[in-house]
């Protein structure tokens, strides 16, 4: 149960760290948002972020058998 509440902790990290992190150097550097390929990050990290939802049911599974 602790190596599986690791892992989960862990992935939810590396899926929300790079969210968050963005979020925070957009809000200190707004002169960034109006490049062009600005929303390709956001919507990556973003995408990133919300496949967290997706994984925590895979590993679940798979720490359970």
């Known amino acids: ?10 992935i939810f990290a590396i899926c929300w760290l790079p969210y968050q992190g ?16 600005i929303q390709h990050v956001y919507l990556s990290f973003y995408w990133l972020a919300m496949a967290n939802a ?9 720490m359970n058998n």
């Open 22 to 37: 963005f979020s925070i150097y957009l809000y200190h550097h707004s002169d960034i948002s109006s490049s062009s390929y």
């Open 54 to 62: 997706m994984v925590n049911p895979l590993i679940y599974y798979w």
């Open 1 to 10: 149960v602790v190596k599986m509440f690791i892992i989960v902790v862990m």
